[in-house]
């Protein structure tokens, strides 16, 4: 096994528990270190097809680094954005949850 | 091909379009406070001119305008490429755009003596941002750089939804940001494929190399998923209904009206014109399958509510079904493509236009009412004869009867199924019209009737116009002439079967 395909594997294997814990997890802060989780997954396989540059005379193909450059800045703001979210509603109602029907109860759901 | 990678004489007008709200946007943080009004309001008239400008460019030289930027030609660099589509949707965002700016002034206006306010500011700077996105995602050439534009989208969708703080809106907005993650995610790894296999991310060169491999396959059906969630295609319309019936109306009209588009628009460009060439007949019957089921179940559901908003709100995730008849209705180069292509595009305006301004009447008459409970609203057309005007206009789009854009769009989609022998689709279309009659006579019926009501406040008649306006252009796009039908070809590739 050549040191690509591990590192593809596990790519691949980051983003396939990543996916499974976004979907099932029923906490958003726990989804969103799912979602983090196939981020760094995502930004292993960009790894692994940035060597691929190698084969056009390149050792790296600077292409796909800046891609993940790029894509690290935005998963960061956007775990920010899902923190702030998750801050201020625990704040707001002491109560983080997605789930709908909380907030239609008539109490709003704030006193659980 | 070559041509679609050199900047053409009016090459510039795009990055003056992508420019002018990202110079706002960024502009509204540095003064703040009124001037972040200000700002947004005094640069509408001007990116509504650079759309005009674009489309006439499109128009008259009758081929796709281009801009390398850098003087960079693709693969090394990153084009911006404006077609028939996309010159329309600039045109329909700058519309949609001013409208709300102007009917938001009621609401987020901060005139002298008055404090300013976070919320004000806020949404200032993210109408800007949204469409700045969405710009962007209109005239990008490069598979990466739309994931970003994308992103940028989202993140100035979310803060709309929660702008007045309530813990209800904040779950709405932080259950859309997790979808709309999920989506990103998902489309950005599919990026990291088509990358991977064939080295380039450039629209018109990767459609040039790409086979029907598994790594395809793969990243076309990751890419596919994480916009579905972000257009929220019925089974992932969770999201929607909470996000854009808690959000001030001036928000949901741009959230519902252009921002559930511009995810729409990548799955166009992505099966369209990145992947023409691939057999997909199954996969366009299975989103065609999506957006049936979406058709029916968002209109019944949309039956079932007793807020006005959130009615509206199921009706977009109909609406969006509708959308979806695309593939199976335009795919390939035969002769009924184009007409499934145009009930397409026409969908997605009458439904921008329409939906606009219904949300802007129900922010009015909840305004003006107290409340949007439905089945409080006895009497209410007496009073506010205009605002409901303006929501029996904008049904009568969504169901689709004449003169209307929503009748053209499902013309041509009863066309495009009869002229291709797929007879199924004729249900959906027609059964989503009849149940979509059933809920604007929900709204209507009771207005209607002879009850007495009274105002809370009574509405302005600025607001009102506006709204009253958009359907005007709902409607007025049912007369849509030929040529706008053959604008919108410009820039299609038709479908190459591979060796």
């Known amino acids: 096994m050549t040191p690509s395909v591990l590192a593809g594997l596990t790519g691949a294997a980051l983003v396939g528990l990543g996916f499974y814990g976004l979907i099932l997890h029923p906490h958003p802060l726990r989804k969103l270190l799912a979602f983090n989780l196939i981020g760094s997954g995502v930004f292993l396989v960009f790894g692994i097809v940035a060597r691929r540059g190698a084969a056009a005379g390149f050792r790296f193909d600077p292409v796909p680094q800046a891609m993940v450059i790029t894509g690290i800045v935005v998963a960061f703001a956007a775990s920010a954005i899902a923190v702030a979210l998750i801050l201020r509603l625990s704040m707001e109602s002491r109560n983080v949850t997605l789930d709908p029907e909380v907030w239609t109860r008539p109490n709003g759901g704030g006193a659980t | ?499």
């Open chain 2, 1 to 499: 091909m070559a041509e679609l990678g050199t900047t053409t004489p009016g090459g510039y007008l795009l990055v003056l379009a992508i420019l002018l709200p990202l110079g706002g946007m960024m502009l509204s943080f540095t003064p703040g406070g009124r001037w972040a009004e200000r700002i947004a309001l005094g640069s509408t008239p001007f990116g509504f001119a650079l759309a005009c400008a674009i489309a006439f460019d499109v128009g008259r030289s009758g081929k796709p305008i281009v801009y390398a930027v850098g003087g960079l030609a693709p693969p090394l660099g990153i084009a911006l490429r404006a077609d028939g589509i996309s010159a329309v949707m600039l045109v329909a965002a700058a519309i949609i755009v001013a409208a709300a700016a102007f009917y938001a002034r009621a609401k987020f206006a901060t005139p002298e003596g008055v404090r300013e306010s976070r919320s004000s500011l806020t949404y200032w700077i993210m109408l800007q941002a949204i469409w700045a996105a969405l710009t962007i995602i209109f005239v990008g050439g490069d598979l990466f750089n739309l994931y970003v534009a994308l992103e940028l989208l989202t993140f100035a969708a979310v803060p709309l939804v929660c702008i007045d703080g309530r813990p209800e809106t904040l779950a709405a907005a932080l259950r859309y940001l997790l979808f709309a993650l999920f989506g990103s995610i998902s489309y950005l790894l599919g990026v990291a494929l088509f990358y991977g296999a064939h080295g380039t991310l450039d629209i018109p060169l990767l459609a040039q190399r790409v086979q029907a491999t598994p790594v395809v396959w793969t990243a076309a059906a990751l890419m596919t998923c994480g916009l579905l969630a972000k257009t929220a295609l019925f089974p992932l319309h969770l999201w929607l209904p909470p996000a854009h019936a808690n959000a001030p109306a001036a928000a949901s009209a741009v959230l519902s009206g252009l921002v559930v588009k511009g995810s729409f628009f990548l799955t166009l460009r992505l099966w369209f014109y990145v992947l023409p060439a691939l057999p997909a007949e199954k996969i366009a019957i299975v989103l065609g399958c999506l957006g049936s089921a979406a058709i029916i179940a968002g209109s019944i559901v949309a039956l079932r509510q007793a807020r006005l908003k959130l009615l509206i709100a199921y009706s977009t995730v109909a609406q969006i079904g509708y959308l979806f008849l695309v593939f199976p209705l335009a795919a390939g180069a035969q002769s009924w493509s184009a007409i499934g292509w145009s009930a397409g595009v026409m969908q997605i305006l009458a439904h921008a236009f329409a939906k606009a301004a219904m949300f802007f009447s129900a922010g009015l008459l909840a305004e003006a009412l107290g409340h949007d409970q439905i089945a409080k609203l006895g009497g209410a057309a007496r009073v506010l004869p205009l605002t409901f005007l303006t929501i029996a206009l904008g049904g009568l789009s969504l169901m689709g009867l004449p003169p209307s854009g929503g009748f053209s769009a499902k013309w041509l989609m009863l066309q495009a199924s009869a002229a291709s022998g797929q007879w199924l689709w004729t249900l959906p279309v027609l059964g989503g019209g009849l149940l979509a009659a059933g809920y604007v006579y929900r709204i209507l019926a009771p207005a209607l009737s002879d009850e007495r009501i009274s105002l809370v406040s009574s509405p302005r008649r600025s607001q009102e116009v506006v709204a009253l306006a958009l359907t005007i252009i709902a409607l007025a796009l049912g007369f849509a002439p030929q040529a706008f039908f053959d604008f919108l070809e410009i820039g299609r590739p038709l479908a190459v079967r591979l060796p």
